[in-house]
């Protein structure tokens, strides 16, 4: 989807189109979770502190995020790709990949079957998409990339290879800031320079995924879609406009991002049995504590107990702290959707 949340608050909201907006906190601290395409006119992006992203552009509009309203509309969408495939691997609320070779329509051409499933939900939400074709998923979404917003483009086999030789490495899906410019460091600025590298060469350098970079470079990619993937955690986080410094604060900190993971077990019936804390101190430093336990976790004040022993253990702070997230994960997936499954609470 193009501009997904941002574009779906222009939609509901006529007095946003056309204007950039921008999704997310407009608070000191707060986070640009969404840009719309005029926002990102002035450098506004995703995961941008919303300071940094008010002054590119001070006539930014912050809204609030909906996203009961997001999920109501991505399952819209997710029923249209229903219609024409079951081998939907969703990555967000706003991406997912298609395995359209054998397509519930028998349509021959692959752009054709993106050409009728964005016309259909431009039809049903009133909002654009793009698409990106090809022959293997990470060829597909360099090319969703490609002519945003609201187009499509398409890879073959006979022009992956040239594709992404011209390239430069930060373009990769897969290949963050980080390891490009490590990469850059070690003379390698495009695919074809990463081409020249022996797989050993990218191990020694970049761990496991040196043998993925050495397979993208030469524009192979063998994951296949995967419908319906077993999640492995849930978790929520709460960044602060001031930094917390005493126990009590870290208590109440906390009390929202447990609320949220114990709503999702309660709503699905997925219970799990480790609690992972993330505290973000005001100079940045990350750092995680867990605790696993030898059964699920079932109640909201089991949760809270053994939330309240991890920042026990964080005391005293070293400085102060300016987010604090919970996750819950080693989940009992089995159980989800199963008709009478019932949570144990506490009398």
Known sequence: MDAFYASVEQRDNPALRGRPVAVGGSRQRGVVAAASYEARQFGVRSAMASSVAKRKCPELIFVKPRFDVYKEVSLQIREIFAEYTPLIEPVSLDEAYL??????????????????????????????????????????????????????????????????????????????????????????????????????????????AGSYYYAIARARDNRPVVA???????????????????????????????????????????????????????????????????APFTSQAALEQVGREVLNSLWPLPRGIRLLGASLSNLDTTSEDTPGRQLLLPL
């Not at 492995?232 to 917390?244: P, R």
């Not at 709503?267 to 799990?272: D, K, P, Q, V």
Request: glycine share 8%; hydrophobic share 35%.
């Open 99 to 208: 395995d359209v070779t054998h397509n519930l329509k028998q349509i021959a051409s692959a752009t054709q079957v993106a050409q009728e499933i964005r016309a259909k939900i431009l039809e049903k939400t009133q909002l654009t998409a793009s698409a990106g074709i090809s022959y293997n998923k990470f060829l597909a979404k360099l090319a969703s990339d490609y002519r945003k917003p609201n187009g499509q483009f398409v890879i073959k086999p006979a022009q992956g290879l040239a594709f992404v030789e011209a390239l430069t490495v930060g373009q990769f899906h897969g290949i963050g800031h980080v390891t490009a410019a490590r990469m850059n460091q070690l003379g390698i600025f495009t695919g074809w320079d990463l081409r020249q590298q022996t797989e050993t060469f990218l191990r020694q350098n970049f761990g496991k």
């Open 228 to 294: 319906d993937r077993v999640r492995k955690s849930v978790g929520s986080e709460t960044t602060f406009e001031e930094d917390l410094t005493t126990q009590e604060e870290l208590v109440s900190g906390l009390q929202p991002a447990l609320e949220s993971v114990w709503s999702y077990c309660e709503r699905t019936g997925i219970l799990g049995r480790t609690l992972t804390v993330k505290v973000k101190y005001n100079d940045f430093q990350l750092l995680t504590r867990s605790r696993t336990c030898p």
